[in-house]
């Protein structure tokens, strides 16, 4: 009994231009017609909702065609049924020689809630009757494997449209910095940690300058304060290794689409040693090529 002949390989996409294919999917209300909305304005041909069985075909006709050099699709819930099948696609689009690169847009559940309340557009997946919290979380389910392959996550719980639209185009023309924000914010523990803060660090452990008498009435930002506590072995120890540490996770924050990151450094009242780790936090940012925003939040409290 002979053997089965195996199937034949994909065939290779017409080479008679290159092309530059972006996928856009995510989560249902997340902003995927902004994305798609900004990238058109940037040259790219859009098509949105289109079968996933009929991408091939597109492709096949835009290698031969000067008008599609840049082609950007959507898909999400309203055209993906299978998410396996979708992933199996973009497989076999690169094994023909066309290189996939694939944005993925989320939010979180809270924001998603809301905007399908306000906008009182049914969700795609709510036919089944499920409550719309559980369709959205369905969603979040199903869609992961996308979300996983993606080159780019954008995250637009915190972020309107035009800077959705910013972030989008930002990443579409190259540019090496994201458009993540950065504050650094020093705060007092008596006064509570600071809620929108995404890294909190505490500094308690260091030399604590409110112990020396003509230290006190001053803050970290006065140099005799500042030169007090970072002069210290312990502090030069402990930024030796933060400030590496901050280098090495803020590229992660940046690629899985963040908007705005609070680095918080907390000690007892927030005016001198928080402070003073603080300005030199932000400095070293400076130094890498960032624009971090500095906030005392509790500076005022204690010098009253």
Known sequence: ?????????????SEERPLDLKVVTGLSGSGISTALHALEDLGWFCVDTLPAPLVPKL???ARGNDR??????????????????????????????????VVFL??????LLRRFSTTRRPH???????????????ERSRMYPLRERADRVIDTSDINVHECKRQVQAYAAGEGVS???????????????PPEADIVWDVRFLPNPHFIEALRPMSG??????????????????????LPLLDAVLPGYEHEGK???????????GRHRSVAVSERVAAHLRAGGREPKVRHRDLEKESR
């Open 1 to 13: 009994m002979s053997e089965p002949t195996p199937p034949p390989p994909p065939a290779p996409l």
């Open 59 to 61: 492709l096949d006709l």
């Open 68 to 101: 599609f050099e840049k082609l950007a699709l959507g898909l999400d819930a309203r055209n993906i049924t299978d998410v396996d099948a979708a992933m199996a696609l973009l497989d076999s689009i690169e094994a023909r020689g066309c290189p996939v690169d």
């Open 106 to 111: 989320e939010a979180s559940n809270a924001v």
């Open 124 to 138: 795609p997946l709510s036919k089944g009757g499920l409550p719309l919290p559980d369709v959205i979380q369905a």
């Open 179 to 193: 458009g993540l924000s950065l504050n650094v914010m020093s705060f007092g523990f008596r006064h509570g940690v």
């Open 221 to 242: 930002r006065d140099a005799p304060v500042a030169d007090f506590v970072l002069t210290h072995a312990v502090t030069d120890a402990f930024l030796a290794r933060f």
């Open 259 to 269: 908007a705005y990151l609070t680095i918080a450094i907390g000690c007892t009242g």
